[in-house]
């Protein structure tokens, strides 16, 4: 059974840095990919960054030089370091895992941790 919990989230003031984590069960860090998503009220859930099984990251434009996404795989745990937080980054962010099962890509979520950064 899959199942991805996110920590970390708080209040923090515009400039701070929170990391965020994910712990994974079910799945098989550095086989999949994985990534973390970000919905603020009103807007559509956004792709802030990915991790590849290779290692390949990729960003947002907003986050680039910002962000970090990492894992361990020993611990099964994906992270998201979040430096120089801006009030714009302010959302429930959500791990993903991209996983394929006999041919069929599921996405898979966690319930989220919220981020709110003030001004």
């Known amino acids: 059974q899959v199942q991805l919990v996110e920590s970390g989230g708080g209040l923090v003031q515009a400039g701070g840095s929170l990391r965020l984590s994910c712990a994974v069960s079910?799945?098989?860090?550095?086989?999949?990919?994985m990534g973390w998503y970000r919905q603020a009220p009103g807007k559509q859930r956004e792709l802030v960054a990915a991790?590849?099984?290779?290692?390949?990251?990729n960003y947002a434009d907003s986050v680039k030089g910002r962000f970090t996404i990492s894992r361990d795989n020993a611990k099964n745990t994906v992270y998201l370091q979040m430096n120089s937080l801006k009030p714009e980054d302010t959302a429930v962010y959500y791990c993903?895992?991209?996983?394929?099962?006999?041919?069929?890509?599921?996405?898979?979520w966690g319930q989220g941790t919220q981020v709110t950064v003030s001004s």
């Open positions: 993903n895992a991209a996983k394929v099962v006999l041919g069929v890509p599921i996405d898979y």
């Open positions: 079910g799945i098989i860090l550095n086989r999949n990919t």
């Open positions: 991790i590849t099984s290779g290692g390949t990251t």
